[in-house]
């Protein structure tokens, strides 16, 4: 008999606190490429302390917005795990008991 899949309304990877850190992210990495091309110099502090600075927290912030996840999507992460578990110990014990009548 084949499995019944039900299927649960889909929702989005990112929330909107992903989004508003991302962009976030992004806009500094465009001020901090801003900076470095804006100064002009070439031992500029700001072209060359300053700009890649930014650039690096722009993209550990871009990598922390896509790696952030609210504690209500972690919570339901578990709870489907703990259902899955759920279901496959059921499963394996009506595969016990049918097995065992069959053996009788």
């Known amino acids: 008999m084949p499995q019944s899949r039900t299927r649960r309304p889909t929702s989005l990877v990112f929330e909107k606190r992903n989004y ?3 962009a976030i992210g992004v806009a500094l990495i465009a001020i901090g490429f801003a900076l470095m091309r804006l100064e002009n110099e070439f031992l500029g502090t ?3 302390y300053v700009a890649p600075l930014m ?3 722009g993209y550990a912030e871009v990598i922390y917005a896509i790696l952030w996840r609210s504690d209500e999507s972690k919570e339901q992460i578990r709870k489907a ?3 899955q ?4 110990r059921e499963a394996e014990e009506k595969k016990t008991k049918t097995d065992a009548k069959v053996s009788v």
């Open 55 to 57: 650039i690096i927290a």
């Open 46 to 48: 700001i072209s060359l």
């Open 20 to 22: 508003a850190l991302l």
């Open 81 to 83: 795990r703990e259902a």
């Open 85 to 88: 578990v759920r279901a496959e």
